[in-house]
Every structure is written in structure tokens, then in C-alpha cells.
């Protein structure tokens, strides 16, 4: 289940301008996975800049809709202090 937290997070940064996602955000995200690094970028960049769901996203990576949900919880987590000031200045 996912904690309300998390949600709100997700859907905050849902509602940010695609354009400063991926100019200002992107390159200060840290991808906790080394061997998935690639993985993970485009998992977050199609999720939030392109705006596609689990299932395009999963498509068009190969992954199931769970394990891209579960790689993007994990980059959210990762990254929440980050994400959340990010989220304040654009909002």
C-alpha cells in the first residue's frame, strides 16, 4: 500500500511544469540503482515528463506495471528532500 505521503508527493510533482522536470529536477536525481541507473531515469522521465502510465511505460521498457511502480517508489523515496523542495519553489 502506498503511504499518503508518498501519494501526495507523487501527485504534486504530477501537476510541476514537464519543462522544469526535466531541466531542474532531472539532473539533481539521484538513482540509488548503479545497474539500472539508465532504467531508472526513464522510468521517472516518462512517468513524470511525458506523463504515461505504468503500463507505456512498462511497454515501452519491457518491465511489468509492479516493478515499474516499485522502481519509481524507490527513486521517490530516494529522493523525497529533494523532490519536495523542488515541488515548493514551482508550486
Not at 514537464?18 to 539532473?27: A, N, S, V
Not at 548503479?34 to 511497454?59: H, M, P, Q, S
Not at 518491465?63 to 524507490?74: D, G, Q, S
Amino acid at each position: 500500500m502506498v503511504k499518503n505521503k508518498d501519494l501526495n508527493l507523487r501527485r504534486s510533482l504530477r501537476e510541476c511544469e514537464p519543462y522544469f522536470i526535466e531541466f531542474e529536477l532531472i539532473p539533481k536525481i539521484y538513482f540509488n540503482d548503479k545497474n539500472d541507473e539508465k532504467t531508472n531515469y526513464w522510468i521517472f522521465f516518462y512517468y513524470f515528463v511525458r506523463k504515461l502510465t505504468y503500463l507505456a511505460i512498462g511497454v515501452r521498457l519491457g518491465y511489468e506495471e509492479n516493478t515499474i511502480h516499485y522502481k519509481l517508489k524507490n527513486i521517490l523515496k530516494a529522493n523525497k528532500t529533494i523532490i519536495q523542495n523542488f515541488i515548493t519553489q514551482h508550486l
